[in-house]
């Protein structure tokens, strides 16, 4: 055991181990950074490079694109208002808006921090409590997780900004864009029109990175105001403070890092609902949520910290069970395989030296993370004196170049030009686009959830209300989500007194 | 600058990915000159899955061939049971640079049951394959089955009441063959990936599971039972204890999986000799089995008569299964 432990370390540590780390670290935020480009993507590309590594190595390169890639999205997310991915997408909420008051650089802080704390969290939390963790995930079934499901679109209510109506029209599209394609229980196809890209459903980059990016930079170009993006940072900035700022909200770091790991634990889910969830779940408690949408602290860390609390989380069932927790540990899953490494129970006994290496090696990357995060925000914020002539051309190419990648599909190209457009029409009319996001990345998760439950209780022959409710883990979500549409509806109530 | 150089490292890594895919010089390229370019391997499925991490191990093995010595671009195009990868192979030039695989099982459910295919069962060239594993049907803690009996005549006793967990098309017909053979009723789950319905299998929110052999090991000491396979023979490599279906007396046709290397139709034979000279010369390096068995993977070479034979009764079978219970793929 102890040689096990320390020849981990002497790998983590070595110059090799630290300057792959780094590599993995960089390319990750720089994949996170880019809209259209995220984790799951950097993960797949990189991966012929772990043939040629050292299982350890290799591994450790992708936890480390991983970890670096759920923070990466928060710069974009803050200084262009274009979060590529869904993980990004309610710091930009608050990020943005407080960079136009001439805070980026603040704002930047508050989410490398966040994203440190989040990250720290929950690789403390899968080295400790695995077994546990992956236990409580396999008491998740069907009618848990529909409960989860609707407790992260009751979160809707939270970003709805000023009309009701225009909150939940947009998450309805969100919905209805999740039914496109061939549904996953009867195997039949709905809404495709005969297209056969459409019958394998739209995916979620070409649509965040339509509304988010793209409609942004339309939105840029119509201005026809050759200017620099944002104002300027004005004043001086001292990283100290950002950390005292930032660790003052114990209450806002803790629950969003618990929450972002269990989320994260659970399969199929991942840091996108994580940080929804944290989002929604921050606004009801903060003590400043009149200021949620215009630039409030506790609105970029909740959802930074949760989603990259999601990192560690998302390793617990595919190195204890070997079913990934996210799309991206998928795909390092499959580089396991590739070496002939079968995640699962066995794992933690054959390759003892493969799993303790990533587990330190992760926590490494928190720290590169940390320090890349910390040292680059005057660099990132040279963004901002860029001219957005030049802006425009290079988030455009590299937008549709994130979209192809996804799924080396022309067709996404399209599908993200026309979202694109939609979301320039969502922001003439001031309906909100994040909510279209949360709506397509749960709808099909909770449609599945559904009628499995209801498959399920019928074969039982127990009433379908019934057997989702009076189950002790579905008592304990139901409970939040009551919490969730109370501090809803409290907030509208004072919103309208006012 | 640093980020700039890092920026350009990147917009290569994808351009390589996506962009140059296999444009080799056509026509000119003379008969032993195979491959001059590199060529492109057509995945119809997203990273991260079985025929994706065997493929990969395949294309890399293939690279490190002297003889070839060509770099080989995998591109994974994911969606519809593999139509839309097969549909992009069977528009590309048959060249020999772009070449691919499909899943036996998948396939011949999405020839049947795929709505505007562009391809049909004569499109593609079947050039080898090199694997084969089978699903297996494990029983839950919760359910408590020992045998594949004792689930059955549970099931007589309760019709509809036990719920299965399948994960695709091809294992809800697998599923009705068997409730067809054994006079009983079963609820199917569908689920997204076998991933999820080992997770159903094992929180005990279902009783049974329909999932591929190598999830036999993950499952171990914890409670599951696994009662019988799909394989025509038992898999004694990895599960030599499970008897196969036909042993415990249910006798459903042999349903195996294995992974095809294809062409689109037109394909030069000598290009297709050379790919499949290639790949019979890098499998059979014990180097490769090794790895392959390290994937839990179970070797098995089938050259392109046998495969097409293979390929082509499993086909014939499933078609006159339709015609004659077209219920059963509903």
Redesign the interface.
């Known amino acids: 055991m102890q040689t096990i432990l320390f020849n981990a370390l002497a790998i983590v540590f070595s110059p090799m181990g630290l300057v792959i780390n780094t590599f993995g670290v960089v390319l990750g935020i720089l994949f996170g950074a880019m809209p259209g480009l995220n984790g799951v993507v950097g993960v797949a590309l990189l991966l012929p490079l772990t043939y040629k590594l050292r299982p350890e190595l290799g591994l450790m390169m992708l936890g480390g694109i991983y970890m670096g890639a759920s923070y990466g999205g928060s710069i974009s997310a803050i200084l262009l208002n274009c979060p590529g991915t869904g993980e990004a997408a309610c710091t930009a909420l608050n990020g943005n808006p407080m960079a136009k008051q001439g805070k980026a650089r603040e704002a930047l802080s508050y989410a490398i921090i966040a994203s440190w704390f989040g990250g720290v969290f929950g690789v403390v939390a899968m080295i400790l409590f695995t077994p546990a963790l992956s236990k409580m995930a396999l008491k998740f079934g069907p009618p848990e997780l529909f409960l989860v499901c609707i407790a992260g679109l009751a979160v809707v209510g939270s970003m709805m900004g000023k009309s009701i109506a225009k909150g939940f029209f947009s998450i309805a599209f969100g919905l209805l864009l999740s039914i496109v394609g061939m549904d996953k229980i009867s195997c039949n196809y709905r809404f495709t029109f005969n297209n056969m890209y459409l019958q394998s459903g739209l995916s979620l980059i070409p649509i965040s990175v339509g509304l988010f990016a793209i409609s942004e930079m339309l939105n840029l170009l119509t201005q026809q105001k050759d200017s620099q993006l944002i104002t300027e940072p004005t004043g001086a900035f001292h990283a100290r403070y950002s950390f005292q700022e930032v660790f003052h909200r114990k209450r806002i770091l803790l629950q969003s890092a618990i929450i972002g790991t269990i989320i994260g634990v659970l399969p199929g889910t991942g840091g996108a609902i994580a940080s929804f969830i944290a989002y929604g779940e921050a606004k009801r408690v903060s003590k400043q949520h009149e200021l949620f949408g215009k630039g409030a602290i506790d609105g970029i860390i909740a959802p930074e910290c949760a989603n990259n609390a999601a990192v560690g989380g998302s390793f617990v069932p595919l190195l204890s069970l070997g079913i990934p927790g996210s799309s991206t540990s998928a795909v390092i899953s499959g580089a396991l395989a590739i070496q002939g490494i079968i995640p699962g129970p066995r794992l933690i006994i054959d390759h003892a030296n493969v799993v303790y290496s990533l587990m330190f090696g992760l926590l490494v990357s928190t720290m590169i993370m940390l320090a890349m995060g910390i040292y680059g925000i005057k660099g990132f914020t040279k963004i901002l004196k860029v001219k957005t002539k030049y802006i425009i051309p290079a988030v455009l190419v590299f937008s549709l170049i994130g979209a192809y990648s996804s799924r080396n599909s022309i067709f996404d190209i399209l599908v993200t030009i026309v979202f694109g457009f939609i979301g320039l029409l969502f922001k003439r009319n001031q309906i909100p686009v994040a909510p279209t996001v949360l709506g397509f990345i749960l709808g099909s998760m909770t449609e599945q959830n559904l009628r499995q439950s209801i498959t399920i209780a019928a074969a039982k022959g127990i009433p379908i209300v019934k057997f989702i409710i009076f189950r002790p883990i579905s008592l304990v979500v139901l409970l939040l989500i009551v919490l969730l549409f109370w501090g809803n509806i409290k907030m509208i109530r004072m919103d309208k007194g006012e | 600058m640093k980020?700039f150089l890092?920026?350009g490292?990147?917009?290569a890594?994808?351009l390589m990915?996506?962009f140059s895919q296999g444009t080799g010089e056509k026509g000119e390229a003379k008969k032993t000159q195979y491959p001059t370019n590199k060529v492109e391997f057509i995945i119809p499925y997203?990273?991260?899955?079985?025929t994706?991490?065997l493929m990969?191990?395949l294309c890399?093995a293939m690279e490190q061939e002297t003889s070839w010595g060509q770099s080989i671009i995998?591109?994974?195009?994911?969606?519809?049971l593999g139509?839309?990868g097969l549909?992009e192979l069977n528009a590309a030039k048959p060249d020999g640079y772009t070449i691919g695989v499909l899943s036996n099982n998948d396939y011949t459910v999405l020839l049947l049951?795929g709505?505007?295919l562009?391809f049909g069962y004569d499109s593609f060239q079947y050039l080898c394959s090199i694997n084969t594993t089978a699903n297996v049907i494990m029983a839950s803690k919760q359910a408590g089955f020992k045998t594949f009996g004792e689930m059955v005549s549970y099931a007589k006793a309760n019709p509809?009441?036990?719920?299965v967990s399948i994960s695709g098309?091809n294992m809800?017909v697998q599923v009705a063959l068997i409730e067809r053979e054994a006079g009983i009723k079963l609820?199917?789950?569908?689920?997204?990936s076998g991933?999820?319905s080992?997770?159903?299998i094992?929180?005990g929110?279902?009783d049974l599971a329909i999932l591929d052999k190598?999830?036999v090991?993950?499952v171990?000491?914890?409670g599951i039972n696994t009662l019988a396979t799909f394989a025509s023979q038992r898999i004694k490599a990895v599960i030599p204890d499970v008897p196969t279906l036909k042993e415990c007396g249910y006798d459903i046709g042999t349903n195996e999986t294995y992974r095809v290397i294809i062409a689109p139709k037109g394909t030069p034979k000598e290009i297709c000799e050379k790919i499949v000279d290639t790949i019979k010369t890098v499998t059979d390096k014990q180097e490769f089995k090794d790895?392959m068995m390290?994937?839990?993977e179970i070797y098995l070479y089938r050259d392109t008569q046998l495969v097409n034979e293979t390929l082509g009764n499993e086909y014939k079978q499933l078609q006159q299964l339709y015609v004659t219970s077209p219920e059963l793929f509903k």
Request: hydrophobic share 30%.
């Open positions: 980020k890092a920026i490292v990147i917009v890594c994808v990915n996506g997203s990273t991260g899955g079985g994706d991490a990969r191990l890399s995998v591109s994974n195009k994911g969606g519809g139509q839309v549909t049951t709505k505007n562009s509809g009441k036990l719920t098309k809800a609820t199917q789950v569908m689920q997204t991933g999820e080992l997770k159903t094992l929180g929110h279902t190598k999830f090991a993950q171990a000491g914890q790895k390290k994937m839990d």
